[in-house]
């Protein structure tokens, strides 16, 4: 596989660079706590070369995704293909805990705990640094300064060179921001055409529907203001649109997808995450499939601008919301 994955060094994206990212959490087998094998590894392997055979360089994990053997089968590519780790940006997250024989699942960003986790992700993704870390999730009961004093010490320790949040809203990246002296440069949030409350909390304010929306209003505003790029992690509707249609709104949109994509010569995967793209927020989807063949439909999204009119866009959306704006 090493001469597939041959990759120039003008390739390597960033956080704030590649238009789409490619998430690990398929990889590494079942979800179960037991070892992985050497087809886990093939099929990692295949679902690398897919991605950057479609332009995408940024690869984004997590530690607790497949109980950490999505960053081990990772690893293991990254063994296997020697000069591969200088041509990709490799993201990790860490704050989540899964229940187990230590307690029930939980968030946990102490700073000992930070720590340590990005200690045991370097460990299986055979790497020196990470280039981008981000918070999984808030976690009410840590310090905040303890927090922001573990990151930073990673960081003077050359183990991760930047960071990033993911599921946060404005006030607690805020929070976080005022005690770092170095600029968060992510924040990776659930958004789709389905998942649609990050877009449509701008447009219900008074409305009678705003006080069901859970996106915290503002959000976006301020991560465009303050250069935090935006990811997509759900991006392409867990394929509710391409193929596991199952409302009327779905199979409606499934239908203006693949008119779409015949008219642009592309595909409805591309056309899905164009969508997101073409807010000028920025926004970068994450794809999570282990299919090479439905990472490669998501080529031309990669690769392209987005190719959406003003009116398609809207049309898009309204046809999955199924009710009219307000």
Not at 151 to 157: D, E, F, G, I, P
Not at 217 to 230: A, M, P, Q, S
């Amino acid at each position: 596989m090493a001469d597939n994955l041959n990759t120039d060094d003008s390739a390597r994206g960033d956080a704030a660079g590649d238009r789409v990212l490619y998430g690990c959490m398929g990889l590494g087998g079942s979800w179960e706590p037991d070892p992985y094998g050497p087809d886990d590894i093939d099929v990692a392997e295949a679902a690398v070369e897919a991605a950057l055979d479609s332009g995408i360089t940024t690869f984004d994990h997590a530690d607790i995704y497949r109980h950490g053997k999505a960053e081990a089968v990772f690893g293991e590519v990254l063994a296997r293909t020697p000069g591969l780790r200088e041509r990709i940006t490799l993201q990790t997250k860490c704050g989540i805990r899964l229940g187990g024989e230590d307690g029930p699942g939980r968030y946990d960003l102490r700073g000992p705990s930070i720590v340590r986790r990005v200690e045991e992700s370097l460990t299986r993704l055979r790497t020196d640094v990470i280039d981008v870390l981000l918070l999984h999730r808030p976690d009410p009961l840590a310090d905040p300064d303890e927090t922001a004093g573990a990151l930073m010490s990673l960081h003077r320790q050359g183990l991760v060179r930047s960071f990033g949040v993911s599921n946060m809203g404005a006030p607690q990246i805020t929070a976080l921001q005022a005690r770092l002296d170095v600029p968060l440069v992510a924040n990776q949030l659930e958004m789709s055409l389905h998942s649609r409350d990050w877009v449509e909390a701008g447009v219900l304010l008074n409305t009678p529907a705003y006080a069901s929306n859970g996106f915290p209003f503002g959000t976006l505003e301020h991560c465009r203001d303050h250069g935090i790029r935006l990811q997509a992690w759900g991006a392409l509707a867990q394929g509710r649109f391409t193929g596991r249609q199952s409302t009327a709104a779905e199979h409606a949109t499934a239908e203006l997808l693949a008119d779409l994509a015949r008219k642009k010569d592309t595909t409805p995967e591309t056309i899905l995450l164009w969508w997101l793209a073409r807010h000028p927020a920025g926004i970068a989807p994450v794809i999570g499939s282990a299919r090479p063949d439905r990472i490669r439909a998501c080529r031309d999204a990669a690769v392209r601008e987005p190719d959406l009119t003003h009116e398609e866009w809207y049309e898009l959306w309204i046809t999955a919301r199924a009710v009219p704006l307000p």
